[in-house]
Each structure stands twice: as structure tokens, then as C-alpha cells.
């Protein structure tokens, strides 16, 4: 069954609820009245309310309503939060540099707004360690806690321990953020380039005065 509401000719009752063009309530008319009063104010006559007895129907340009409805919903769809959950594997001794590499990723996840599952893999004689990885875990924690925090505490999962980080922003505040500081750039970008067409305009020499006619021409012969 179609969701979109009936409309014009395919309204199929005696009467109906009539509300005008500015939401204004008509009262009930019969429909072909309904329908003349579409034609002079060249609406359409839609079914707002067809459970109502008897049908609620509103005069208006359907076709613009239907365009603000899919664009209301488009903008709703793109403020929307999704929350994620992204994951980053390490291993027990693991070297400074990429420690770093893995903890700017970690830090790059927490600032958008999104959870963190970290990983840490054991292999062959590492199982018999579990320390190494809760202190990693531990470190890697303190090292972010300004962006995030421990959700889920470390524990012990077959050959891996895993940590959950939770953001203390949420997802919808790090995307209005996001959304900001793009325009600030984009502003940013602007003016400079605003600056330099001034800049270029300023530096261009006029040119040189030339000479009176009736200047003496000086004879170096003389």
C-alpha cells in the first residue's frame, strides 16, 4: 500500500474537514466544494487526516510540500549520530614509534566521537605475560583521558585483552565541531586570498611621468 495521502479526485468520500491554505479551519463541506475552492486557489486537495470522521483535507501546493518533507528528512538523516566502534590492535612490546602512530589514531577516533576497542594480541611465551598488556592498556588510557575514558575495563579474552574507550564528547557535538571548524577554514581560506589580490593590486607600479614639451634638452656636447 502506498504511504503518500490521497489527493484531489482519488479523495473518495462525501464530505470533508476543511482546513484553507494559512491553516485556517473552513469546516465541513461537501467534497466537490472542497475541490472547487483547490481549483480557485490553483492548491491541491490533500487527505491530512484519513481516520477522521469525517476526513480531515487541507488545501496546498503538494508538490512544494512534498519537496520540503524529503529535504527536512535528508537534513534529519545528516545530523543524525551513528554511534561506532572503531578498533585498534597493538601488540605487548610494541616499539615507541609506532605506539605513537596507534595513539594518534586512538586520539583522532575519541575527537569524532566515537568508542575504541583496543586490542592487545598475545603470541606463543607473550600469553604467560598478561601484565605487559594491561599495563599497555593502562598507559594508553592515561595518555587520552582528556578525550576519553575506560568503559569497559580490561580483560582477558582467549589470546587477546581488550580495553573499551568511550569519548567525552558526544557524536553530535564532535560533528557540529567538525562542521565548524570547516567553515572557519574555509573562511580562513577566503580571506587570504581576499589579502593577496589586494596585495597584488597594490604593488603594481603606474607608470613613469614623461617629460614637459618645452623642457630644455640638454646638449652634451656643449
Do not use: W
Not at 78 to 100: F, S
Request: hydrophobic share 35%.
Amino acid at each position: 500500500m502506498s504511504a503518500e495521502p490521497r489527493i484531489n479526485d482519488r479523495i473518495r468520500v462525501p464530505e470533508v474537514r476543511l482546513v484553507g491554505p494559512s491553516g485556517e479551519q473552513v469546516g465541513i463541506v461537501p467534497l466537490a466544494k472542497a475541490l472547487e475552492l483547490a481549483q480557485e486557489y490553483d492548491l491541491d486537495l490533500v487527505e491530512v487526516a484519513a481516520n477522521a470522521r469525517p476526513p480531515v483535507c487541507k488545501l496546498m501546493d503538494y508538490g512544494k510540500f512534498k519537496y520540503e518533507s524529503a529535504m527536512k528528512a535528508r537534513e534529519a538523516r545528516k545530523n543524525q549520530a551513528h554511534t561506532v566502534i572503531k578498533e585498534m590492535k597493538l601488540r605487548p612490546k610494541i616499539d615507541p614509534h609506532d605506539y605513537d602512530t596507534k595513539k594518534g589514531h586512538v586520539v583522532r577516533f575519541l575527537k569524532q566521537g566515537d568508542k575504541v576497542k583496543i586490542t592487545i594480541m598475545f603470541r606463543g611465551r607473550e600469553q604467560s605475560r598478561p601484565e605487559l598488556g594491561f599495563r599497555l592498556l593502562q598507559r594508553l588510557a592515561s595518555d587520552v583521558e582528556e578525550l576519553g575514558f575506560i568503559e569497559s575495563n580490561p580483560k582477558q579474552d582467549g589470546r587477546n585483552m581488550i580495553m573499551v574507550l568511550g569519548p567525552h564528547k558526544k557524536k553530535t557535538e564532535a560533528m557540529a565541531e567538525a562542521r565548524e571548524a570547516q567553515a572557519a577554514r574555509k573562511a580562513e581560506r577566503q580571506g587570504v586570498a581576499s589579502d593577496d589580490n589586494a596585495e597584488t593590486a597594490e604593488t603594481v607600479e603606474a607608470p613613469a611621468a614623461e617629460a614637459p614639451a618645452d623642457a630644455p634638452v640638454e646638449n652634451p656636447e656643449a
